[in-house]
């Protein structure tokens, strides 16, 4: 799937490889952060110690920085993108030509999967479109 950038997408995406040595596969900017899908195998870079890779980016960038590890298959990529809530399970369905990530997420982490404003969710939807033509993304 071929992946389409806005030009503001690009420049968060260079302006972050300059700092981490690691290029981010996508970009999601918002009003008040930027959501970059980091390279399977990467994360640890792309953070760097103690978090100093992120807090240069957002210094640099001025907004609020969140990272998502990039996955070959959808229900680790979905997974990935609710992270740090504790993902159970995920079940892709697909019915009248829509697809459906259902996804299992403890009671006590539903907070943190759906996000302030329902933040993480959206994103997560995004994404999952983006990278695997998931329609939606529904909590179980």
Do not use: K, W
């Amino acid at each position: 799937m071929s992946l389409t950038l806005s030009d503001e997408a690009r420049r968060h995406i260079a302006a972050f490889a300059d700092v981490a040595d690691v290029t981010p596969v996508d970009c999601l900017v918002e009003d008040d952060r930027a959501v970059f899908v980091i390279p399977a195998g990467e994360m640890g870079a792309a953070i760097g110690p103690d978090g100093e890779t992120v807090e240069a980016v957002e210094a640099q960038l001025g907004s609020r920085v969140d990272l998502v590890e990039n996955a070959d298959e959808p229900a680790a990529f979905v997974a990935n993108c609710l992270a740090p809530a504790a993902v159970r399970n995920v079940t892709l369905s697909t019915q009248g030509g829509s697809t459906v990530a259902y996804v299992e997420v403890p009671q006590g982490d539903r907070g943190v999967a759906i996000g302030a404003g329902g933040e993480s969710i959206e994103a997560t939807r995004r994404l999952a479109a983006r990278h695997f033509d998931i329609d939606d993304v529904q909590l179980a």
